[in-house]
């Protein structure tokens, strides 16, 4: 009974919440990765609540390596809330009980995607926005560069170019 009340609970927030366990088989970049499940199944993931510098921003290397030094070849849950417009699964991915995106942040590898907290709970965006405010304080990683330019502006400059 529990589980159906929880079910409607979700479908009537229009949370399409799944939890996907599974290895990590590949790193895209600071911000995505592939998880292979039990069935031998792909799913491309997006972390959630965070953006990393793209390849070819400065950091862009440093955030992939700390990424996979988190979660290559490890097995993860990731709890996904919904697929964005390039048919990823956004999730936030747990290895060993650690919030991994949590990580990326703490460690000046990503930015609190703030343009998405809405899909975030209350306690997460509130700890993402601490961990960010924490790096850039110490000026760790992205953080120690004086002109650090987020990721989205980044891609924007790139598209009006």
Avoid at 31 to 54: F, N
Wanted: net charge positive.
């Amino acid at each position: 009974m529990r589980y159906g009340i929880f079910a409607l609970l979700l479908a009537c927030n229009g949370l399409g919440a799944e939890t996907i366990s599974g290895r990590i088989v590949a790193i895209s970049d600071g911000d995505t990765v592939t998880l292979l499940d039990s069935a031998k199944q792909q799913h491309k993931i997006r972390l959630a609540g965070i953006d990393a510098p793209e390849k070819k921003q400065p950091f862009g290397q440093r955030s992939k390596e700390h990424l996979s030094d988190l979660v290559f070849g490890k097995v993860v849950e990731a709890d996904c809330v919904k697929v964005d417009r390039y048919k990823r699964e956004v999730c936030k991915i747990i290895v060993n009980g650690t919030d991994a995106n949590l990580q990326q942040v703490k460690a000046g590898m990503a930015w609190w995607y703030r343009s998405y907290a809405k899909d975030q709970s209350k306690v997460d965006r509130s700890a993402y926005a601490a961990a960010e405010q924490e790096a850039k304080d110490a000026k760790r990683g992205l953080w120690s560069d004086a002109e650090a330019t987020a990721p989205w502006e980044w891609r924007y400059k790139d598209k009006v170019r």
